[in-house]
């Protein structure tokens, strides 16, 4: 299982050594939330943060997260700029399909969103072309929003789909993750969490990480086989 906490909850005055915590913390993934304030309502940052976000987190896996109307002219950017990931919006309809085999072929990982308004049926037919699905748990667009618990079926339908049709997608969750919403989307079925003020407002995100980790595993004892061994602890305070 993976913990991926997301960018947009930390300190915007110190990225790095916000991102350097994250990697100390035990974090798997960083998740970075990319918006253009046109496919939501604010903006946050560009590839040239990401880039210069990408030394201070070297083992972190990069997880890029556009929230952009027009992503299409994004994808080399933020290739250059160290996203191992890049996840688009199913809400842009016909573009998707060129989208998928565009990252794909900058061979980097391919993620799907679905919005929380939006069926999860919209999804169905790429998820033999996808390595994530993102069923997003909040409206895109803000951290520390709540948990829409309404989700949850579409996490349950997603992980039905991938056993009964024996495909290997990680299924992501994103917005209102905690210590108390983590174990509902393990439940569910979800492998690989975002969380963004829940880890970054602890002064010991080590403990944190290690923490949501515990909850995640203990709801779903299969998280555990997938269980990212956790690195040694810090000598010092996080
Ligand atoms: C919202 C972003 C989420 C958000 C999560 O548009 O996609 O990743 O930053 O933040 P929290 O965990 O604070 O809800
Ligand atoms: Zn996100």
Redesign the pocket.
């Known amino acids: 299982m993976i913990i991926a906490p ?1 960018l ?2 930390a300190d915007f005055t110190r990225l790095g050594k916000e991102a350097e915590r994250a990697e100390r913390a035990g974090a798997d993934w960083l ?1 970075l ?1 990319i ?1 253009d304030g046109q496919f ?1 309502p ?1 903006i946050s940052f560009g590839p040239a943060v990401v880039a210069a976000v990408r030394p201070h987190a070297k083992k972190l896996f990069f997880d890029v ?1 556009l ?1 952009c109307g027009k992503p299409e002219i994004l994808l080399e950017p933020f290739v250059k700029a160290g996203a191992d990931q890049i996840i688009v919006h199913v809400e842009l309809g016909d573009k998707v399909p060129q989208l998928l085999w565009k990252i794909k072929s900058l061979g980097k990982k391919v993620g799907l969103a679905v919005n929380p308004p939006t069926a999860i049926a919209e999804a169905a037919p790429y998820l033999d072309k996808i390595d994530l699905l993102l069923v ?1 748990t ?8 709540s ?1 829409i618990h309404e989700c949850l079926p579409k996490i349950q339908q997603a992980e039905t789909w991938r056993r009964e049709r024996k495909l290997n997608y990680r299924i992501e969750v ?5 210590n108390q919403t983590v174990a509902e989307c393990a439940r569910a079925g979800a492998d690989t969490f ?6 970054f407002s602890q002064r010991n995100m080590g403990a944190a990480v290690k923490k949501m980790r515990k909850i995640a595993c203990a709801s779903d004892p299969a998280l555990a086989d997938l269980a990212v061994p956790s690195l040694p602890p810090p000598s010092f305070a996080l």
């Open positions: 997301s947009l909850a998740h939330d918006m939501v604010n997260h929230m997003m909040v409206n895109p667009g803000f951290g520390g929003q948990f994103d917005g209102g993750i905690n975002v969380a963004g003020t829940a880890l």
